[in-house]
């Protein structure tokens, strides 16, 4: 172990200070891109046109490799978090916008049809109704976009040492330390397992609604196939 | 008083000139609530779903609007509500276009009852339920206490309120709807195909329900159902539309069914209209035959004395619920040994149709007809339905010109 939570001072963090550094840098693009994705989402829904361009353009994007960005962005936003955060923001559209609009088309025509029936306008529709059963399939993209933007972080290293615990790699071919590498992508794997455990939870919160799946299925009083309840409701 | 009795006559009086059939539409006593007049809906592809309809349909009754699909029943429904807007015509709810106000105030003083229930499936029964009270600014207890005390109207077990629509049966979610819909106590009621996604059993325990609620709160329903039965079952008046949304016939069901508009509507019907149209003749003035019905352990000579030659008699308990059927020449007292007497129908509670069925389902030809408590009043055979049918029809013509709206027979 020795090595592997002692962090050369040029780097000017600590072990967990690179870690809240990766972290931020790794988060707060996602959320950028969520807080995009919401509103370009129910666009792409209520003008099914505009689905196609977008979902095209930010593949195309998304193809583009990250150092390119950089190349472009430095003489915009110099060395600087935010020139490694802005392709990440971008990137992280190509999952989230597709999740945001399969949440919203996930919600039965009935339900909308009776939402409108009962007078529920199209803004309070959106984030009373659709947006909440929207949730699964939202916070299915996000796992994927946190995950990857975790794991591309590590590139920022490259312009002027902006890659968290990326930064430990190039670190570790400067002063011959290969435990700094393997602290580097252990640290980088726990953390996106972790945050990933967090979006679970979160789900799991946020939707008490959703029929437990699989084997916990048989848990629940009343299931729609219960024999049971079927029986009460023939009696009554 | 006089004079708005008056100022009705010349009106229903200018209406049978104008449209007879709109007039005799509107039983007496009945307000019309919702007017549709000449509405019609084109889209831009030039399809008509809807062809200069015109409907008067009155408060306090269920109104069917049933046809094939592709007929406009739909579209027609959501044009109450301005969910789909006319191409032209108007509608007008209590005289007052629906246009003259805001969309979300107009829907919200509807009910609205659809297919599948379309429940908020991230929202607890009782929260469904309130939707519509909170949406009008009651506060979220008074709204809840509303919601509970509807939960108890449609027959929901009030454990179920803090349950989630996946933790309902079909029926259970469409009880759910209907108390949505009723939650702000609106005058009126759409139902666009309510119970179609339920099974058999479930529809019909819905019906009943719907029916009772109706007895109960009396709004004006507006029903769409491309079932014939469901239509004849819960409709006050039935509207059949036709293939391009035109009108083929609006009237009361038994007329529907006893003289059918046009060779649409006959087909629409099925082959067993006529029999259908016994739902509405009940069987209390049926002419029972008791010379038939013997007590157990009765003189085997008194029985073929009284009985008619060679005829089967049946046999009932000490208390005069039935045993069985006997020859009484061959009889030898054993009650085992009796034919079953098959089902039973309840004299004055069913109707002339169930007590056909019975008779064809006997295996002497001759129904058992029982009372309340299931003691035996009397046998009927297919002749004296059949007479019974006949003297009905005869009787309700001659009573049709001030006829009150049909009371249905149970079933």
């Not at chain 2, 649409?264 to 010379?291: A, K, N, P, Q």
Request: net charge positive; proline share 6%; glycine share 10%.
């Amino acid at each position: 172990m020795n090595g592997f939570f002692d962090i050369p001072s040029d780097l000017q963090h600590s072990y967990g200070g690179l870690i809240a550094v990766h972290m931020q840098e790794a988060l707060v693009p996602v959320l950028a891109g969520l807080l995009l994705a919401l509103p370009v989402g129910l666009l792409c829904v209520r003008h099914g046109w505009l689905y196609a361009p977008l979902l095209w353009t930010s593949t195309v994007l998304y193809a583009i490799p990250s150092i390119a960005f950089f190349v472009v962005l430095i003489d915009y936003t110099g060395l600087t978090q935010l020139t490694v955060m802005i392709p990440l923001c971008l990137y992280s559209l190509v999952v989230l916008v597709p999740a945001v609009v399969d949440g919203i088309r996930s919600v039965p025509e009935e339900t909308n049809a009776a939402a409108s029936a009962m007078g529920i306008g199209l803004a309070r529709r959106y984030l009373q109704v659709q947006l909440p059963i929207a949730v699964p399939a939202i916070t299915a993209g996000l796992r994927v976009a946190v995950a990857s933007s975790i794991s591309l972080v590590s590139v920022g290293a490259l312009i002027g040492n902006q890659g968290g615990l990326g930064n430990l790699l190039t670190t570790a071919q400067l002063y011959g330390r290969p435990r700094l590498a393997v602290s580097s992508v252990v640290t980088t794997a726990v953390l996106a397992i972790v945050i990933d455990a967090l979006l679970v939870l979160l789900r799991r919160v946020l939707t008490p609604w959703q029929p437990p799946s699989g084997r916990a299925a048989g848990r629940s009083g009343a299931t729609p196939a219960d024999p049971a309840a079927h029986t009460a409701e023939g009696a009554s | 008083m006089a004079g708005s009795g008056h100022r009705l006559i010349r009106l229903r009086t200018l209406v049978h000139v104008i449209a007879p059939r709109a007039g005799k539409a509107v039983p007496e006593g009945f307000r019309r609530l919702i007017a549709i007049e000449d509405v019609s809906k084109r889209y831009a592809d030039g399809t008509v779903a809807v062809d200069r309809l015109s409907l008067q349909i009155p408060d306090h009754s269920i109104t069917v609007l049933v046809g094939p699909s592709g007929c406009g029943k739909t579209t027609t429904l959501r044009m109450i509500n301005r969910m789909i807007e006319p191409s032209s015509g108007t509608i007008r709810v209590g005289g007052e276009d629906v246009r003259a106000r805001p969309v979300n105030t107009l829907r919200r003083s509807m009910g609205y009852v659809i297919q599948n229930a379309g429940l908020f499936q991230h929202r607890t029964v009782l929260d469904n339920i309130a939707t519509v009270p909170r949406l009008l600014g009651w506060s979220r207890q008074r709204a809840r206490e509303r919601a509970a005390e509807l939960m108890e109207r449609v027959g929901l077990d009030p454990a179920m309120a803090r349950r989630y629509p996946y933790q309902l049966s079909g029926g259970q979610q469409q009880r759910v709807g209907v108390a949505r819909a009723l939650a702000a106590d609106p005058p009126i009621l759409l139902m666009d195909e309510p119970f179609s996604a339920v099974d058999p059993v479930v529809r019909r325990s819905l019906q009943e329900e719907l029916l009772r609620i109706q007895g109960e709160l009396g709004k004006a329903i507006v029903f769409v159902t491309h079932d014939m039965d469901e239509a004849i079952t819960i409709g006050d008046r039935i509207a059949v539309l036709r293939t391009g949304g035109r009108l083929a016939q609006f009237a009361a069901p038994d007329e529907i069914l006893s003289s059918p508009a046009d060779p649409f509507v006959e087909e629409f019907l099925g082959s067993d209209r006529g029999i259908r149209g016994l739902s509405f003749l009940s069987t209390r003035d049926l002419e029972l035959d008791r010379s038939r019905v013997f007590p157990v352990g009765s003189d085997r000579r008194e029985m073929s004395g009284r009985a008619p030659e060679g005829a089967p008699v049946l046999v009932t308990d000490a208390d005069g619920r039935p045993l069985g059927w006997a020859d009484p020449g061959s009889w030898d007292g054993n009650v085992e040994a009796l034919e079953p007497y098959g089902p039973v129908f309840e004299v004055g509670r069913d109707s002339l149709r169930v007590a056909l069925d019975r008779t064809v389902l006997s295996p002497t030809g001759q129904a058992v007809g029982v009372d309340g408590s299931g003691k035996v009043l009397g046998v009927a055979g297919q002749e004296t339905v059949a007479a019974a049918i006949r003297s009905a029809r005869r009787r309700r013509a001659a009573d049709a010109p001030q006829e009150a709206p049909a009371v249905k027979a149970g079933r």
